[in-house]
């Protein structure tokens, strides 16, 4: 188990790591809850496969897709739990990848003004990243995530077992958050080295066989990373802008793309190119890291986005959260498995 504890704050939860098989999740989610009532809002493919398994009275089926993360379904789900007189001792139960993950949480945060919830991420995406840290948020037509708010889990239990019936694409748009953690590790100020880097190389194979213990360990590496960020600035005020990284870049082709073409991890992993090309013109790197850089993603073998033209992406970076001024914030590596925020006004500085 990992705990999580947010500096400054009488914020603790657990993370648990469950191998168990899937139906026995449910008796432990129960326990865990106790005697209160819950809603579980749960992804459509996750409903089919493990559906019998996970039985709960009151059920939100969403169906999948980013686009789902919406306004409207978020009204739908607020409509639903208050049509189960669900109170503010009572608990929602988020069962699914990061859009299942960040719509439940946002409706829990607002629910009466926040009421309990519970964190089971089903992707290796929601496991290594959105499930751990309290964002929670809805797109708009007009970007992704900018409606909603910081608000912290009871509880995450993580069985990797789910990832088994991943699909090839979802797993590796999980690969694509992961690489993510090697490339900024040290800025982390996590006490110990887990060397990320190394432990992709040394257990490709692994992984790709999704070996149950290699993945609760490289999930595991991928939380502590977070949860030391996390613990020292819960909302983005500064340490925790690092885990933007590739995301500035990534979240615009998204958009551009109306969030179908893509998935979140691919444009990620865009990003990272994008931050890296950036940094070498910017004289914030050498070429070899560059080139490290670019062995390390070729051997996942992410889907090749082609370069967007910057006049088309500009626009929608500067409308990004973590934008300000009319600077365009982004989070560039100096150093091996180290990064840094800085701030451009104008196309001239970042082509």
């Known amino acids: ?161 789910f990832l088994k019936t991943l699909p090839i694409r979802e797993f590796k748009t999980g690969l694509g958050e992961v690489v993510k953690y090697a490339f900024i590790e040290k800025s982390c100020k996590h006490k110990e080295d887990f060397n990320l880097v190394h432990f992709l190389e040394v257990n490709y194979n692994k992984i790709f066989e999704y070996n149950l213990k290699v993945l609760e360990e490289l999930i595991k590496i991928c939380i502590w990373l977070k949860v030391s960020v996390v613990e020292q600035d819960e909302k983005e005020s500064g340490l925790r802008r690092i885990l933007n990284f590739g995301h500035t870049y990534g979240h615009a082709i998204e958009k551009l793309t109306k969030y179908r073409k893509y998935t979140h991890g691919e444009c990620v992993v865009a990003g990272i190119y994008f931050a890296f090309d950036l940094a070498l013109k910017n004289n914030l790197i050498e070429k070899n890291y560059l080139y490290l850089m670019q062995d390390v993603l070729n051997k996942f073998d992410f889907v090749k986005i082609p370069e967007f033209e910057l006049k088309k992406v500009m626009p929608i970076m500067k409308t990004d959260k973590k934008s300000a001024n009319n600077f365009i914030r982004f989070i560039l590596p100096t150093d091996y498995s180290t990064v840094k925020e800085f701030e451009f006004n104008d196309m001239l500085t970042i082509s």
Not at 23 to 42: G, Q, Y
Not at 43 to 49: A, G, H, R
Not at 120 to 129: I, R
């Open 1 to 161: 188990m990992i705990e999580v504890n947010i500096k400054g704050q009488e914020k603790k939860y657990p993370i648990h790591f469950e191998q168990g098989e899937i139906e026995e999740l449910k008796s432990k989610l129960s326990e865990f809850i106790a005697n209160k009532k819950c809603v579980v809002i749960i992804s459509q493919k996750v409903e089919k496969l493990y559906g019998k398994e996970l039985s709960f009275e009151n059920k939100y089926v969403l169906k999948d897709g980013e686009d789902q993360k919406n306004i409207k379904n978020y009204q739908k789900i607020m409509d639903f739990c208050l049509k189960k007189k669900l109170t503010r001792d009572d608990f929602i139960i988020a069962i699914g990848g990061g859009v299942v993950g960040d719509i439940a949480g946002f409706v829990a945060s607002t629910y009466m003004r926040g009421i309990n919830y519970i964190q089971v991420p089903t992707t290796l995406l929601a496991c290594v990243d959105s499930s751990v840290g309290g964002k929670v948020a809805v797109n708009t037509e007009y970007g992704k995530n900018l409606i909603g708010s910081f608000y912290q889990p009871k509880a995450v239990f993580i069985n990797p077992k």
